[in-house]
């Protein structure tokens, strides 16, 4: 049974940083990211990286956020830099296996104050 557990939320101000961590448990996944919810909008993708450790990120944080990833820990990372009230969220860790079945975590607030 796969699981993953997020770490790393929390309130800031305006223009300070915060580290996600999300550990694996279970498999090698081909793709492991985060994705984020504002309250009344859907969920949408922040940043990803495959197992090779190609990088894809949203517009809205390039530049301020990197993903990083740990493949002998099963361990993705996103450090958010320079972070703006229109970040907060509930952000999630996803995992995609090999075989195409895809998994979230329980999610972690993220609130930035302005």
């Known amino acids: 049974q796969v699981q993953l557990e997020e770490s790393g939320g929390g309130l800031v101000q305006a223009g300070g940083s915060l580290r996600l961590s999300c550990a694996a448990s279970?498999?090698?996944?081909?793709?492991m990211g985060w994705y984020r919810q504002a309250p009344g909008k859907q969920r949408e993708l922040v940043a990803t990286?495959?197992?090779?450790?190609?990088?894809n990120y949203a517009d809205s944080v390039k530049g301020r956020f990197t993903i990083s990833r740990d493949n002998a820990k099963n361990a993705v990372y996103l450090q958010m830099n320079s972070l703006k009230p229109e970040d907060t969220a509930v952000y999630y860790c996803?995992?995609?296996?090999?075989?195409?079945?895809?998994?979230w975590g329980q999610g972690t607030q993220v609130t930035v104050s302005s």
């Open positions: 279970g498999s090698i996944f081909r793709r």
């Open positions: 996803n995992a995609l296996l090999f075989s195409a079945d895809n998994y």
């Open positions: 990286i495959s197992s090779g450790g190609i990088r």
